[in-house]
């Protein structure tokens, strides 16, 4: 067994592409950090595997992450998602990703990007992060959240430093390595 996921995903063909290319890279652009959230959500009691595999499917069900038209979805968008096979069909999360895409949108628009909001909260802790994540979005514990945040490169931890990956990670100045303790 695999001591760490860069260990694991060089093995899987899966794994390797995502970790290689996106897992702790800094993300800027809304669509894109929504659509890390959604996958995290839904990673919640399952694998990332079974994620990874689903992922385009996700993509088209939820209007390639286009934030206006998620915030858009009604009831007849949820049952049409419910009935979805490709994706991971809970009502909770499918409910989440609507409201958390009109609450995306909100933030947006008050700091003038997701990334904004997540630039004025940062540096934080995880506590902070995770009851900051909780009294905004719906479905987001604390491995939801140290994840996402891992994953877009708010948090340090996606590779361990003796990871090829790790160093091009942090040549691109991912927030986390702005905090004078991971320098």
Same mark, same amino acid.
């Given at each position: 067994m695999a001591a760490s996921y860069c260990e694991a995903a060089a093995l899987n063909p899966i794994h390797r592409p995502f970790h290689d290319?996106?897992?702790? &890279?800094?993300? *800027?652009?809304? #669509?894109?950090? $929504?659509?890390?959230?959604?996958?995290?959500?839904?990673?919640?009691?399952?694998?990332?595997?079974?994620?990874?595999?689903?992922?385009?499917?996700?993509? *088209?069900? %939820?209007?390639? &992450?286009?934030?206006?038209?998620?915030?858009? %979805?009604?009831?007849?968008?949820?049952? *049409?998602?419910?009935?979805? /096979?490709?994706?991971?069909?809970?009502?909770? =999360?499918?409910?989440?990703?609507?409201?958390?895409?009109?609450?995306?949108?909100?933030?947006?628009?008050? &700091?003038? #990007?997701?990334?904004? +909001?997540?630039? /004025?909260? @940062?540096?934080?802790?995880?506590? @902070? +992060?995770?009851?900051? $994540? =909780?009294?905004?979005? *719906? %479905?987001?514990?604390?491995?939801?959240?140290?994840? %996402?945040?891992?994953? !877009?490169?708010?948090?340090?931890?996606? @590779?361990?430093?003796?990871?090829?990956?790790?160093?091009? !990670?942090?040549?691109?100045?991912?927030?986390?390595?702005?905090? /004078?303790? @991971?320098?």
């Amino acid at each position: 067994m695999a001591a760490s996921y860069c260990e694991a995903a060089a093995l899987n063909p899966i794994h390797r592409p995502f970790h290689d290319l996106e897992h702790g &890279y800094p993300i *800027r652009e809304n #669509s894109l950090l $929504f659509e890390r959230l959604v996958l995290e959500i839904n990673q919640a009691g399952l694998s990332w595997l079974t994620v990874l595999r689903k992922r385009e499917n996700f993509r *088209r069900a %939820f209007a390639g &992450y286009d934030l206006h038209s998620i915030a858009r %979805f009604e009831d007849k968008d949820q049952l *049409r998602l419910m009935a979805d /096979a490709g994706i991971i069909r809970n009502r909770l =999360k499918i409910a989440a990703v609507i409201a958390n895409a009109r609450q995306f949108l909100a933030l947006a628009a008050e &700091y003038g #990007s997701f990334a904004g +909001w997540l630039d /004025a909260h @940062h540096p934080s802790d995880l506590s @902070h +992060w995770c009851k900051l $994540f =909780k009294t905004t979005f *719906r %479905f987001t514990g604390g491995e939801i959240v140290n994840e %996402f945040l891992m994953g !877009v490169g708010y948090l340090p931890g996606a @590779h361990i430093p003796t990871c090829p990956v790790y160093r091009q !990670v942090l040549a691109l100045k991912p927030p986390w390595a702005t905090l /004078a303790c @991971h320098r």
